[in-house]
C-alpha cells in the first residue's frame, strides 16, 4: 500500500503530545502538512489557517486526522468525506450521536474510511482484559476516573462549553473500555451529574448501569480529584476480580499482573492503516450513545463555581 499521506487538524495538546509522534513513528504514514487558525505548526511541514487553505492552496492528502474540539468537528469531516478523504476521528467522534451516524453514511457512500477512534482500547491491559473475560459470567463492575482537571485540561474553555461533555471528556475514556471488554451490552439505569453554577458541563457524575443480563455496574467521575489519580474498572466474574488500573496500562487478574509498554496512539494509528488498506471504516458510537443517555436521564445538581 502507498503511503498515506496525511493532514493534522487542529494543533493543540493532544495532537502535538500524541498524534505527531504516532504520526511519525508510524512507516505507513507520511505528514504532509496541519491546520490550526489559533496555534503555530511544525517545522518543515506546512501548515494552514483553514481547512479550505489547506485543499486550494496545501499539498495533496489522503487522510485528515480531525483534533479540534468535537462541537466544530462534523463541518470539517463533512467538507473532508466529500473531497474524497479518508478521515480519522479523535475522541469522541462527534458532539451528537446524530452527527456521527450523518458522517458514517457520507463516508460509506463516498467509498472513504472512517475511523472513529478510542484511544485508551489501545491501552495495554485493555485486549488480554477482553479476552479474559470473554466466556466467564460477569456479575457486577466498577469503574472510578477520578483527575484534576487543572492538571489535565488548562485553559481549554471550549471543554466546560455544551458540547464539551465536562467530565465525561475523559469519563468516555472509561465507557470505552468497559464497552470493548464487557461480553454483552451496556445499558443507562440513571444518574447524577454535578454542574458548576458557572459552567455549561459537569464536573463530577455518579452513573448507575448494568449488562443486558442485569449485572450491576457503577461509574464515579470526579474532575476535582488532586494527588494521585485514579483510572480504575473491577470487573467481578465467577472467576474471581478483573482489575484494570492506571487507564488500562495495567492488568491484575486472578494468576498475576500484566504490563507493558504504552502504544495507545500508534495502536490508533496502525488500525487506521489497515481500516484505509482494506477499504472499510470503524464506527463505534457506544461509548458516546451512554453520556447522551446520562445527559438525557440524568439528574442535575448544581455546585459550586469553578475557576481556572
Known amino acids: 500500500m502507498a503511503t498515506i499521506r496525511i493532514a493534522l487538524i487542529g494543533m493543540g495538546k493532544i495532537a502535538r503530545d500524541q498524534h505527531v509522534p504516532a504520526i511519525r513513528g508510524d512507516a505507513a504514514f507520511a ?6 487558525p489559533h496555534h503555530a505548526g511544525l517545522d518543515g511541514v506546512p501548515h494552514f489557517s ?13 487522510a485528515l486526522a480531525l483534533c479540534t474540539p468535537p462541537q466544530v468537528r462534523y463541518e470539517l469531516a463533512t467538507a473532508a468525506i466529500g473531497r474524497g478523504k479518508h478521515v480519522f476521528l479523535e475522541k469522541p ?5 446524530s452527527e456521527v451516524a450523518a458522517l458514517k453514511g457520507q463516508a460509506q457512500g ?15 491491559g485493555v485486549a488480554p482484559a477482553r479476552a479474559w473475560l470473554a466466556g466467564r459470567e460477569v456479575r457486577g463492575a466498577r469503574i472510578v476516573w477520578r483527575e484534576d482537571v487543572r492538571a489535565w485540561h488548562p485553559g481549554q474553555a ?9 467530565v465525561f471528556d475523559p469519563g468516555i475514556n472509561a465507557l470505552s473500555i468497559a464497552t470493548h471488554i464487557l461480553p454483552r451490552p451496556v445499558l ?5 451529574l454535578e454542574f458548576p453554577e458557572n459552567r455549561e ?33 473491577e470487573v467481578d466474574t465467577d472467576a474471581g476480580m478483573l482489575r484494570l488500573s492506571e487507564g488500562g496500562a495495567v492488568l491484575t487478574v486472578p494468576s498475576g499482573i500484566e504490563r507493558a509498554e504504552d502504544r495507545e496512539y500508534a495502536g490508533l494509528y496502525a488500525h487506521f492503516a489497515a481500516l484505509v488498506g482494506r477499504g472499510v471504516s470503524d464506527v463505534d458510537a457506544d461509548p458516546l450513545r451512554l453520556v447522551a443517555d446520562a445527559f438525557l436521564r440524568g439528574h442535575r445538581k448544581t455546585v459550586e463555581p469553578f475557576h481556572d
Open 31 to 36: 505528514l504532509a502538512a496541519t491546520v490550526s
Open 50 to 62: 483553514s481547512l479550505d487553505a489547506l485543499f486550494s492552496e496545501g499539498p495533496m492528502v489522503d
Open 93 to 97: 467522534p462527534g458532539a451528537t450521536l
Open 110 to 124: 463516498a467509498g472513504v474510511t472512517l475511523f472513529a477512534s478510542w484511544h485508551s482500547r489501545f491501552a495495554a
Open 158 to 166: 471550549w471543554i466546560w462549553d455544551a458540547g464539551g461533555l465536562g
Open 188 to 192: 443507562l439505569v440513571d444518574a447524577l
Open 201 to 233: 458541563a459537569p464536573i463530577a457524575a455518579g452513573l448507575r448501569l448494568r449488562d443486558t443480563a442485569g449485572a450491576p455496574i457503577s461509574m464515579d467521575l470526579d474532575w476535582r480529584q488532586t494527588g494521585l489519580q485514579s483510572w480504575d474498572i
